[in-house]
């Protein structure tokens, strides 16, 4: 218990945006981006066009070229805008850049073309607009120095490789590690696209895109609650499933959209990762009343009808959700849309509602 409780004091620190302490004589911000549901990141700005950036423990100073440093300021690391050749080792975020113009931008990315489920990346890379940079813990330095790279943008998986960090802003590249993924909210990883915005010179146009989310947001929340219980999950190649546990941002997708979890009862583990892997007996005993089924086949082996469903195990065919005919499956491109929270609470909560597949993007109905 003890280790548990230290591990979620850790993780408060490291994921909760602290504002780190200026000089008393320190320029004096004149406003800040007043965030609507983020709580991973702080900006404040200042005369002159720059803007101060906090993300738990990293500190920078946002300088677009000509701008005075800020007194008080100086010894913040700085990163110029826009930022230009950026490389994107987070797969979540170019989503969000797509969606806000920002994609001329991006020179590199860490997934390599194949398994890029957005087409507008898939083209980009087969024109040669945005290349393989390697791996996120194994770039290729040598292609980002020379092709002028001047931001990367990392996930907190860089974290398990400091060294990699350590060495791109040793060749003096800026390290930027984004935290969208902590969000308690899902509209508060959406809001991330303000940052990028700021970061490319595309504020105006996230602005946009982020009110319009909050607007097919907002419309949904006066809905009543569906009182349905869903399950989202996939099976694991060792035949464990693997579902999300109750702070996850999917599980809060689906209380948002006006349903529940049916899993009740799971194990409790130190680790920061959002899912959890249980025995098919457990989840049989937990999931077998569900109303809804939702199988996450962005994470394993598409399922295109009911069918293959069935396949997967024996037990499947004796679940309520099965019997009804309210077994879906995600869209491969589910995860990294990032930009579609809104869209996806709106589709689970038509599902919730018993409405049709009819001009769904991210789930359809097993058949």
Wanted: aromatic share 8%; proline share 5%.
């Amino acid at each position: 218990m003890r280790r548990a409780l230290l591990l979620c004091v850790s993780l408060l620190l490291l994921c909760g945006c602290r504002r780190a302490q200026l000089p008393a004589d320190a320029a004096k911000p004149t406003g800040s981006m007043a965030l609507q549901y983020a709580q991973d990141f702080t900006v404040d700005f200042y005369a002159g066009g720059a803007a101060r950036l906090q993300i738990a423990e990293q500190d920078f100073l946002l300088l677009p070229a000509d701008a005075p440093v800020p007194p008080g300021l100086e010894g913040l690391k700085q990163i110029p805008i826009p930022a230009e050749n950026i490389y994107l080792a987070s797969s979540s975020v170019p989503d969000l850049f797509s969606q806000i113009g920002a994609l001329e931008k991006v020179g590199y990315v860490s997934t390599s073309v194949e398994n890029w489920n957005l087409p507008e990346l898939r083209e980009a890379m087969e024109d040669e607009k945005i290349l393989y940079a390697g791996k996120y813990s194994a770039p290729d330095y040598e292609l980002l120095l020379t092709g002028g790279c001047g931001l990367v943008v990392e996930n907190s998986m860089i974290l398990h490789s400091p060294a990699t960090r350590e060495k791109l802003e040793t060749l003096g590249l800026p390290v930027l590690v984004e935290y969208s993924s902590y969000e308690p909210h899902p509209l508060g990883r959406v809001e991330w696209v303000r940052l990028y915005g700021l970061l490319t010179g595309k504020s105006a146009e996230a602005e946009d895109f982020f009110r319009r989310q909050c607007e097919t947001f907002r419309a949904l929340e006066t809905a009543e609650p569906t009182g349905k219980s869903a399950v989202f999950f996939h099976l694991s190649a060792s035949g464990g499933v693997v579902v999300r546990r109750q702070a996850d941002y999917v599980t809060r997708m689906i209380e948002l959209a006006g349903g529940k979890s049916a899993l009740t009862e799971l194990p409790e583990s130190e680790s920061a990762l959002s899912t959890v892997t249980i025995q098919m007996e457990s989840f049989y005993a937990q999931a077998r009343e569900a109303d809804v089924l939702i199988y996450n086949s962005t994470a394993a082996q598409e399922v295109r009808n009911l069918d293959e469903f069935l396949a997967l195990s024996p037990l499947l065919q004796d679940f309520k959700a099965v019997k009804e005919g309210n077994v879906w499956c995600t869209d491969k491109s589910m995860f990294q849309r990032s930009s579609a929270a809104a869209d996806m609470i709106r589709e689970l909560h038509a599902v919730f509602s018993g409405g049709e597949a009819d001009g769904m993007e991210y789930l359809y109905r097993l058949e």
